[in-house]
């Protein structure tokens, strides 16, 4: 199974954006890229997938690297309720194995006010 | 939409007991997951059904764990004769969608936590 590699952690100021970085040098072309996030004492929380081209919707913008090795979640102005853990996940588009989601241990976003 | 709904939230038994829990997803939503989450790392996938049929058992489901969705809406895990391992989140998750398209978002509840003295 193709892998993801994210930091540990990672600080950010209110109010600013966040880039929180994705490593995938193994993926396949029919590999989709999942950002979920998980809050203190909550279940995960999907934010956005993509696959070749860069997404947008309310919660965040996904920007995927022309050789696809790489993605960034953007977070445009950070609150405090950004406060979580973010993990990329990679994942089939269809067939066997395509409906688990494979998570790592992410990074943890600690936003200062 | 009123969300993933897992009870209990909190269950702490004896070592050697057997527990049940339940998750009642979106309701539209035909596709279940149950993962186990331990303290420090991400959810790690058990089980998945498609309506009523359970298609996929991860290795990490051992013969003490048995899971159902017997009418294709709500769906029980069990743990039979719990050991101190099995102490964990327990989280449920559902989505929509076809055998085609596996990229719908999985809606997750808040998870069942056990603990095993």
């Known amino acids: 199974d193709a892998k993801t590699t994210q930091p540990n952690s990672m600080e950010s100021n209110e109010e600013e954006p966040v880039h929180l970085p994705c490593n995938h040098s193994t993926i396949s072309g029919t590999d989709y890229i999942h950002w979920y996030r998980q809050l203190p004492s909550q279940g995960p929380e999907y934010v956005i997938h993509g696959l070749t081209s860069n997404v947008n919707n309310r919660m965040a913008s996904l920007a995927i690297a022309e050789d696809r090795k790489s993605s960034t979640l953007i977070l445009h102005r950070a609150t405090l309720r950004d406060a979580a853990v973010y993990y990329c996940?990679?994942?089939?588009?269809?067939?066997?194995?395509?409906?688990?989601?494979?998570f790592g241990k992410g990074t943890k976003l600690s936003v200062i006010p | 939409d009123t969300g993933v709904s897992q009870n209990p939230r909190h269950k702490i038994t004896k070592r050697g007991q057997n527990v049940t829990f339940r998750c009642d997803p979106i309701?539209?939503?035909?596709?279940l997951y149950w993962y186990r989450q331990t303290l420090g790392q991400g959810p790690e996938f058990l089980t998945y059904f498609q309506n009523e049929a359970q298609l996929e058992k991860s290795r990490l489901l051992s013969d003490r764990f048995s899971a159902e969705r017997p009418k294709g809406s709500f769906s029980t895990l069990e743990i039979q004769r719990t050991e101190q391992g099995d102490s964990a989140m327990y989280l449920c998750?559902?989505?929509?969608?076809?055998?085609?398209?596996?990229?719908?978002?999985?809606?997750f509840g808040d998870g069942t936590r056990l603990s095993i003295l």
């Open positions: 996940i990679l994942r089939l588009h269809s067939g066997a194995g395509s409906y688990q989601l494979t």
């Open positions: 309701s539209e939503h035909n596709r």
């Open positions: 998750a559902s989505s929509s969608g076809g055998s085609a398209d596996s990229n719908q978002p999985q809606h």
